[in-house]
């Protein structure tokens, strides 16, 4: 596992594997493949039409989830940049704390951040270590009401819990640690 700059000092990436994108490379490069989405969509059509996101059709879903997904990377980048001036709104405006139970951060709190459209199903999922720093672990498309209901919204949960304790075990416990 490596900690990548996306954006220093306020935003990072995960890189799991040597050779591989880091975690923010990845999720935008396949939330900008039309071919992604609808092999996603296609492989989960009973959620995309069960109606808790409304009913939708898979060419629709492509188009919107496309259109959301190059929003939040920019609204994720501009953010960012307001981070590092101190300026407002910011990273800590876009992130909220993964479970909505929780009302407040904590050191190294698992958060989301979701596409700027209303009821988005795009999810950026991160680790906060220190006020306007975020750490990417992955994201995902959650077309159900919790996480623990597919598979591959499970992996994203793994990859939080695994991220947090590196960063716990090498001592990235606030944004002068992860300065690089």
């Known amino acids: 596992m490596k900690l990548v700059p996306i954006f220093a000092p306020n935003l990072y990436a995960i890189r ?15 939330w900008s493949d039309v071919a992604f989405f609808e092999e996603f969509f296609e492989y ?27 929003y939040l990377e920019d609204d994720l980048l501009k953010l960012s940049d ?20 929780d009302n407040c951060f904590m050191e190294l709190h698992k958060t989301k951040a979701t596409g700027g459209f209303i009821n988005s199903w795009l999810r950026i ?4 270590i220190d006020t306007n720093t975020y750490v990417i672990t992955g994201g995902g498309i959650k077309l159900t009401k919790t996480m623990n209901d597919r598979e591959h919204l499970i992996n994203e949960l793994e990859k939080l819990t695994k991220v947090k304790e590196w960063l716990e075990e090498n001592g990235f416990l606030d944004q002068k640690s992860v300065t690089i």
């Open 44 to 70: 989960n059509k009973v959620d995309l039409t069960s109606g808790f996101y409304e009913n939708q059709r898979i060419e629709k879903a492509v188009k919107l989830t496309m259109e959301e997904g190059q």
């Open 16 to 30: 799991f594997n040597e050779g591989e994108d880091d975690e923010f490379n990845h999720l935008f490069e396949c």
């Open 82 to 101: 307001k981070s590092k001036k101190g300026d407002k709104p910011n990273l800590d405006d876009l992130f909220k704390p993964l479970y909505n139970k």
């Open 125 to 128: 999922y991160a680790i906060r």
